[in-house]
């Protein structure tokens, strides 16, 4: 036996698994509440109590200890870029797939208000963008001006323009600003290369945001946090879309995350159109690609949910609830561990999911237009076609805790009634059942051929 222990520091809660690597088994699930306000050790040692309590018996000493985190709200960015769609729109993918939460975008020059609202909102990271290499740098270096002189206490990235970056670099180094200067978001009109800035946006969680956090304690007890959550759970996405060298993947696929804040759609495709005679349109897509719905969660979100939810579409899920729609989303955000005891109370949550499901899978995919040319009718596409994506996998609790996984799932594929959106038509439905993509997508840093070989193991067919 080779045991491995992997953590996930979450908002609400610590999860642990065990694995053996040598058998490629999970040994043992256990977690406890997240106490982030405190000391995030007391939370994991809660649940490396019960661990042992579990392992009892087995002699186990873990070998490795490997941790990603999204505690505290896990890593929260503002992305700033020069033209809405464009620059702006690459350094929010660029955040997205890094595993931030962006609080909120930013085109052109800054105001003093703006920065005033950037510092309210209180970012972990600045990702600043804007200007193709050889464009427009007039902005970025405006930008930079305005955060060295009034955002002292933030790391900045730095992926914009190239041709600006010795003007930044030079700004920074007065004000004492700590940078990092990366390949521009958008080289070229509408190509993307998010990768560098992703990376080094990993770079600064490692460095800065886990001491930050109060994690400190608990990196010198593991072997280390590697990552955000949300980039663990989109590395386990890759790795089992796209195999390894031992190992074949399973092609292209879908995860739908639905938590307690957000609802996280993650696609590994690259999303090329699958009807004849279809136009691309808009900003390049990235083969992995990860969107994050805040006004789409279960509990603290859930009362944005029911604002950003019809009420009949909720309804339509669960035509026989006697529940007001939002006064019982508005309970559920105040009360966050609150977990479903009647029949009612779990059809009204399920209701929730599908909904959430539906509506975070329409933002995601790709959307097909008609657009009327002198040559007469043709379509366009903006976004990713997933139509023939092979898997949907479900993870999160509502999943799986779900008597009906599959329900959930199915309200996100494809609905003629609405056929414009590009969502998938007959994927096979898995659902993560003993939590473990997070974990994977950690342990595949190191292991990879294992990771896979135990996600195939353990995903469960629906």
């Known amino acids: 036996m080779n045991p491995v222990l992997l953590i996930d520091f979450g908002s609400t809660y610590t999860k642990l698994t065990a694995v053996?690597?040598?058998n490629e088994e999970i040994i043992a699930n256990t977690k406890a509440l997240t106490t982030v306000q405190s000391d995030i050790m007391i939370g994991f040692q809660n649940a490396y109590g019960l661990m042992k309590e579990k392992c009892k018996g087995l002699n186990i000493q873990f070998n490795e200890m490997l941790a990603c985190s999204s505690a505290a709200g896990g890593l929260k960015m503002i992305a700033i870029g020069l033209v809405?769609?464009?620059?702006?729109?690459?350094?929010k993918r660029a955040a997205l797939g890094a595993g931030s939460r962006v609080l909120e975008v930013y085109s052109h020059e800054l105001t003093l208000r703006e920065v005033r609202d950037i510092i309210q909102k209180k970012p972990d990271i600045i990702l600043l963008a804007g200007g193709t290499d050889g464009g427009n740098k007039d902005c970025i270096i405006h930008n930079a001006k305005m955060i060295a002189?009034?955002?002292?206490?933030?790391p900045v990235v730095v992926a914009g323009n190239s041709k600006a970056n010795d003007d930044i670099e030079e700004i920074f180094m007065q004000q004492g600003i700590d940078y990092e200067i990366t390949d521009n978001v958008m080289p070229k009109l509408n190509q993307l290369n998010v990768e560098p800035a992703r990376e080094a946006i990993r770079g600064i969680f490692m460095k800065k945001i886990v001491e930050a956090k109060g994690?400190?304690?608990?990196?010198?007890?593991?072997?280390?946090?590697l990552m955000p959550t949300p980039a663990a759970v989109l590395n386990a996405a890759k790795i089992l879309a796209n195999g390894t060298d031992e190992e074949e993947g399973i092609g292209d696929l879908i995860i739908v995350d639905i938590g307690g804040a957000t609802t996280d759609i993650h696609s590994i495709a690259e999303g090329e159109p699958t009807q004849p005679g279809v136009m691309k349109t808009g900003l390049e897509e990235p083969y992995a690609k990860r969107t994050v719905e805040g006004d789409l969660g279960m509990r603290v979100s859930a009362e944005s949910l029911g604002q950003a939810i019809a009420t009949r579409k909720i309804k339509k899920f669960a035509p026989n609830l006697s529940y007001n729609v939002k006064e019982r989303c508005s309970y559920l955000a105040q009360h966050v561990n609150e977990i479903p005891k009647t029949s009612e109370e779990k059809a009204?949550?399920?209701a929730m999911s599908m909904a959430a499901t539906e509506v975070a899978m329409e933002r995601h995919v790709g959307v097909l237009e008609d657009v009327y040319t002198p040559m007469g009718k043709v379509y366009s596409l903006?976004?990713?076609d997933l139509s023939n994506t092979g898997y949907v996998i479900g993870t999160g609790g509502v999943l799986i805790h779900s008597e009906d996984p599959a329900k959930i799932l199915k309200a996100g594929l494809y609905n003629e009634d609405n056929p414009k959106y590009l969502?998938?038509?007959k994927p096979q439905l898995l659902v993560d059942k003993e939590y473990i993509l997070s974990a994977m997508g950690l342990m595949a840093v190191k292991y990879p051929n294992h990771a896979i070989r135990i996600l195939k193991k353990y995903l469960i067919n629906v």
């Open 215 to 225: 994690m400190k304690s608990a990196e010198s007890f593991i072997n280390g946090i």
């Open 382 to 384: 903006t976004g990713k």
């Open 20 to 22: 053996d690597i040598d």
């Open 423 to 425: 969502k998938p038509k």
């Open 149 to 154: 002189m009034n955002i002292k206490d933030v």
């Open 348 to 350: 009204f949550d399920e």
């Open 84 to 91: 809405p769609d464009l620059t702006a729109e690459a350094a």
